[in-house]
Structures are given as structure tokens and as C-alpha cells.
């Protein structure tokens, strides 16, 4: 049941803008990384994965590894020696990792993670639980902060859309209000995206630069809306799925 | 005469992210701060003034007062006690200052132009002088970078705006090439505002805190494109209008 309060919403496109955020108090962060942490790990979740450890760098990975946990690390493509498997979407898209635990290796996810540790809760959006992921935020109650964990500290295109997309479903429910011109921004984004997300986004330097990296069935995978209803939510240092735990 | 070598151009849409640049050698940082130092900059030199000191905060001020300069300084919509006018575009609407060098109290843009202290050249950038500020930026055949000065280190739409109808006017020459995201998403957001800008403007959240302190006069006078052909321009720890020094 919703209270007749009007929340906010709020986005930083890079962790670098999160210290000057508006919002202070009684807020959810939602962090992005669509390319590719944030959606891999949806993916994962989505094909029965219990828990999710996110790790920064290869040494904590690796320490992980020794620990006995199942390893998701790739550097430049290729999957790291010592470990279990990648961290692209398709490397999740099977039953392999069903119940299980795993250490996935993500600088930019895990430094916004750690950022975000004053927020009540922090979960975990992409494209792929877009609907479900603004339902269950819509239903806490609480202020919002979207946070784009960038490229390189960079604003990039996709994750900025991903803002707008989920900005708009959020103040279309009448329950949120937004003083944040970078709400204002990704909603026009999303305007002009929106109905050809993957075109638009091949226009986007990240895209083009991991090219290479990303293939065509991850991108495809990454540019469709809804294909689940995971909601990843982090508990203590790791994130679960309410929704099978 | 232009050389036939492609440059590039990028945008940081908050000093924040200036670290993270890609820019790194053979540029030119263009600051823009729409709300409300460049485009008062802008209007003084149109008017005549021959030097300004951008200031930060208001000890630097006093001190520059008692030192003897000019000082425009004002906090919460006034003109402080010990300085001599205020910040606005009006206040430089006319020729009270000609020949006159200015210490003008910017925090955000005096933490722009230190923080560019490693380019080649730093310039000044608002609607105001739009397209003079590209020719002469075309002219020079060196990389460039449009930092927004940004609203409490915040991502805002006018420089964001300001930030894509530059790069458009430099793409354009043929001249330039961009990698960045930023430029792409300024591009298509001032696709969106360039046919009514003040429209446009009317949702930005900045513009709305400030409605009380930018009169009709001002904000009409910000948002018309091309009413002057300055290029200010920091030369030691001072602007000058290269056109009339």
C-alpha cells in the first residue's frame, strides 16, 4: 500500500557526481551498468544463481577463487586463467550456476556498491528487469538515486538511458517528482532512444570501443526490456533475488 | 589556415569529470557557466571592459576591493556592501565599465579556469557568443574540450545545452571528430531545445532555483544566440577580449 507521499528521484550519471546528489535521506540506489555487470548479473539471477558476491579487481577475484567460490573474471575479453567463467550475459544464460554462489569480478559495480553503502537499500537494474525493478522500487516507498557506474568514470550513453527509461516508468506512477536536470536529460534521451534502443546505442562510444568484447547475442540480450523479473538486492556483502531467497 | 588534421571534441558536463577525460595533449578547454558568469563575462567585454579577474568567493573579493579594482560581487540576489555591482549580464548592459578592469566573484567558474590550467588555451563560452567562440576555436587546429562549470558540481541542462550546440557548430565544420558520449548526448539534447531554447530552459531545475535571482531581462538576454563576437580569454590569472586588447 502506498502512502500519498510524493517521492523523489534522482540521477548521477558517474560515481564522481554521487557525493553532490540531492537526496540525503530515506533513499534506494539503483545502480547500472548495463554494459555489462548490471545485466550479466540479472541474467545470472534469472537462470537460478542463489548469491552474488561482487568483487573489485583480479587479485580479490583470485583470493575468492582460493576460497573455493566459483569465479566470474575476464580481462580484455578472454576469461582469467584461474577462473570459472566470464562476465558477459551469455556466460549466465544457462542452469549451470543453479543454486549456486558466485565471485564476479566487477571494478565499476563494486566501487558503486561501496559507494552507495549510506542508501537503505541498493539493487541492481538493467534493460532486461526494467518493469519489475521500477514496480519494486515503486512499492518501498522511499526517495530514489539511480546511479550510473560509468565508463571510466565517464558518462556513457547507455547507462543514461537506462536512467531515463527507468525515471520515466517511476514518475509515471504519479508517486515520484524530480528536481534533477539529469532526470530532465535522460528522460530526452529515452524520448529519442526509446523505439530503437540498440541503433541508438551504436552510436555510443562504449558500444563501439567493446565491439570486440560484446557479442551480438549479449548486445541483443542487452537491449531487450523485460525478459525478467529478478530484483538483485544487496544484503551484507552480497546480493541475493528476494524473489528465491 | 587549417590544417587537414582531424580534431577532436569532448565535453564534461561537471569539473568532476574532468580527470577522466580523454583529452589529454594539443587542446583548448572552453568554460561554460550559461547561469551566470560566462555569459555576464560575455556582455562586459562586449561593452568594453578590458580585463576581468575571475574571483573565488567573497574574501577573495574584498580583497581585490581593497586593492582598489572594480569588484562585482553578490550572494543571494545582492549586491554585497563592500562591492561595486553585482553578476548579472544586466549589470555589464552598459558602458559604466569601458576601459575598465573587473574582479567578477565566480566559485564555480574560477574552479573551472584552475582546474584547465593544464591547456593550451582557456576561453569563455555562452549563447551570447556562440558562433564567434567556434570559428575562433576552428581557427586555432588544436583539440578541444567544453567543461561545464556545472551547479554544485551537479550535471546541469543550460551548459549541457550550451556544451551540444558547440560541438554541433564544430562537427560541422568537418573539422573535428568526437569518441565522447557526452557530445553525443549534448548533440541530441540540443536537437530537442535549439528551436526554443528559453522553452526548453523553463524545465531545468537550475533555472527554476535561480528564478528569483534572473530577472526576464537576464535570462532573455542568456538564451539569445550570437548578440556578440567576444572570444575572452585567460591570459596569466586574468581575461581579456583578444578582439579589442
Chains 1, 2 share one sequence.
Request: charged share 25%; proline share 2%; aromatic share 8%.
Amino acid at each position: 500500500m502506498l502512502s500519498k507521499n510524493i517521492k523523489t528521484v534522482e540521477v548521477c550519471f558517474s560515481p564522481k557526481l554521487y557525493e553532490h546528489r540531492l537526496t540525503k535521506d530515506n533513499f534506494i540506489v539503483v545502480i547500472v551498468d548495463i554494459l555489462r555487470a548490471t545485466t550479466s548479473i540479472c541474467a545470472a539471477f534469472d537462470h537460478g544463481v542463489e548469491k552474488i558476491i561482487p568483487v573489485a579487481g583480479i587479485e580479490k577475484a583470485r583470493e575468492y577463487k582460493e576460497k573455493g567460490y566459483i569465479v566470474a573474471c575476464e580481462r580484455d575479453g578472454k576469461v582469467l586463467d584461474f577462473a570459472d567463467v566470464g562476465n558477459s550475459p551469455s556466460d549466465f544464460l544457462n542452469d549451470v550456476f543453479r543454486e549456486r554462489t558466485i565471485a564476479y569480478s566487477t571494478t565499476n559495480g563494486t566501487k558503486a556498491i561501496n559507494l552507495a553503502s549510506d542508501a537503505d537499500e541498493i539493487v541492481i537494474g538493467s534493460f532486461t528487469n526494467l518493469t519489475a525493478i521500477s514496480e519494486w522500487v515503486t512499492e518501498q516507498d522511499k526517495n530514489v538515486v539511480i546511479l550510473c557506474a560509468a565508463w571510466k568514470g565517464l558518462f556513457n550513453l547507455e547507462d543514461s538511458l537506462f536512467a531515463g527509461a527507468l525515471s520515466e516508468k517511476l514518475l509515471d506512477t504519479g508517486h515520484f517528482e524530480t528536481e534533477c536536470d539529469s532526470v530532465k536529460a535522460g528522460l530526452d534521451l529515452w524520448s529519442l532512444a526509446g523505439e530503437d534502443l540498440a541503433g541508438y546505442l551504436a552510436k555510443s562510444s562504449h558500444r563501439n570501443r567493446l565491439k570486440h568484447l560484446v557479442s551480438d547475442e549479449d548486445f541483443q540480450y542487452t537491449v531487450t526490456l523485460d525478459s525478467n523479473r529478478v530484483i538483485p538486492r544487496l544484503e551484507s556483502n552480497y546480493l541475493i533475488n528476494p524473489a528465491t531467497n
